[in-house]
């Protein structure tokens, strides 16, 4: 059964870093779509940042400028660099992989921007 695991969540002040990774179980080659998505308190899931297979990006309009998607295909692991931390960006951050068959997700990061 494949598994992803985040890490690199945390506590942070408002314009701090933190670097998420999500570590696959199997090649992530595979998967010709990864994600992260994030889930505040009271909202709904969104999308934050997506990376295909062909390394093409995408971003939330609220995030653009300020957030890098990436991954690396030796270390089967997905990586989401947060810059410019604002307490809007406090959610539980799920990373996601898609092939034609399957949808998988992580269990989530929790990332706190405070004062």
């Known amino acids: 059964q494949v598994q992803l695991v985040e890490s690199g969540g945390g506590l942070v002040q408002p314009g701090g870093s933190l670097r998420l990774s999500c570590a696959a179980s199997k090649s992530i080659s595979s998967f010709y779509n990864m994600g992260w998505y994030r889930q505040a308190p009271w909202k709904q899931r969104e999308l934050v940042a997506g990376i295909t297979n062909r390394d093409s990006t995408n971003y939330a309009d609220s995030v653009k400028n300020r957030f890098i998607i990436s991954r690396d295909i030796a270390k089967n692991t997905m990586y989401l660099k947060m810059n410019s931390l604002k307490t809007e960006d406090t959610a539980v951050y799920f990373c996601?992989?898609?092939?034609?068959?399957?949808?998988?997700w992580g269990q989530g990061t929790q990332v706190t921007v405070s004062s």
């Open positions: 996601n992989a898609r092939t034609t068959i399957l949808t998988l």
